[in-house]
C-alpha cells in the first residue's frame, strides 16, 4: 500500500503560480512511477504530469511549458510548480503512483482554484 499526503493547492488569481506536493509513504523508487492528475467537476480524469524512477517526464499538452514535475527522493516527495495558471486549471488534483507490478494508488485530492 502506498499513501500520499498533499498539500499546496488553494485559491490563485489567473497568471499566478502554485506548488503543490506530495509526500508518499514509500520510496520513490520503489515506484516505476509518480504523477499529478486532476478532474474538473463534470469532466474525466486527466493527467497533468508524470516523472518515472528513470527520470522521464511527460506533460498534459494543455499544461506544457507551464508545468514542471519533480521529485525528491530524500523525502519521498514529488512537486508540482505551476506557473501561469488558467482559470481552466481549477480542478482537484490527485497525486498518483504507479508500482512495477501496474499497481495503481491515489491520494485523497487538493483542490486548485484559478479565478479572479
Known amino acids: 500500500q502506498v499513501q500520499f499526503v498533499e498539500s499546496g493547492g488553494g485559491l490563485v488569481q489567473p497568471g499566478g503560480s502554485l506548488r503543490l506536493s506530495c509526500v508518499a509513504s514509500?520510496?520513490?523508487?520503489?515506484?516505476?512511477?509518480m504523477g499529478w492528475y486532476r478532474q474538473a467537476p463534470g469532466e474525466q480524469r486527466e493527467l497533468v504530469a508524470r516523472l518515472t524512477h528513470a527520470g522521464n517526464t511527460n506533460y498534459a499538452d494543455s499544461v506544457k511549458g507551464r508545468v514542471t514535475i519533480s521529485g525528491d527522493n530524500a523525502k519521498n516527495t514529488v512537486y508540482l510548480q505551476m506557473n501561469s495558471l488558467k482559470p481552466e486549471d481549477t480542478a482537484v488534483y490527485y497525486c498518483?503512483?504507479?508500482?512495477?507490478?501496474?499497481?495503481?494508488?491515489w491520494g485523497q485530492g487538493t483542490q486548485v482554484t484559478v479565478s479572479s
Open positions: 498518483n503512483a504507479e508500482s512495477s507490478s501496474g499497481a495503481i494508488y
Open positions: 514509500t520510496s520513490f523508487f520503489r515506484l516505476y512511477a
